[in-house]
C-alpha cells in the first residue's frame, strides 16, 4: 500500500507564489510516475504536471513556464513549485503515483489565489 501526503496549499494574491510538497509511504517502486492534478470547484479533475522516475517531465498548456515538478527519490517526494498565480489556478491539488497497474491519490491540497 502507498501513502500520499500533501503540504503547502494556502491562500496567495495573484502573482504570489506557493511550493506544493507530496510525501510518498509505504511500497515505492523505482520504475514510476508522480504527479499532480488539481479539481476547480464543478470542474473535472485534470493534469497539471508528472515526472518520471528518470526526470522527464510534462506541464499542462496552462501552467507551462510558470509551475516546475520535481522530486527527490531520497525522501520519496515530489514537488510542485507555483508562481506567477492567476485566480483560475485556484483548485484542491492532488499528488499520484502511478507504477506497474497501481494508481495512488493523496488527499489533496486546497490552493486559493485571490486578493
Known amino acids: 500500500q502507498v501513502q500520499l501526503v500533501e503540504s503547502g496549499g494556502g491562500l496567495v494574491q495573484p502573482g504570489g507564489s506557493l511550493r506544493l510538497s507530496c510525501a510518498a509511504t509505504?511500497?515505492?517502486?523505482?520504475?514510476?510516475?508522480m504527479g499532480w492534478y488539481r479539481q476547480a470547484p464543478g470542474k473535472q479533475r485534470e493534469l497539471v504536471a508528472t515526472i518520471t522516475n528518470v526526470g522527464f517531465t510534462k506541464y499542462a498548456s496552462s501552467v507551462k513556464g510558470r509551475f516546475t515538478i520535481s522530486r527527490d527519490d531520497a525522501k520519496n517526494t515530489v514537488y510542485l513549485q507555483m508562481n506567477s498565480l492567476r485566480p483560475e489556478d485556484t483548485a484542491i491539488y492532488y499528488c499520484?503515483?502511478?507504477?506497474?497497474?497501481?494508481?495512488?491519490w493523496g488527499q489533496g491540497t486546497q490552493v486559493t489565489v485571490s486578493s
Open positions: 509505504g511500497s515505492i517502486f523505482s520504475i514510476n510516475v
Open positions: 499520484n503515483l502511478q507504477q506497474e497497474i497501481y494508481d495512488s
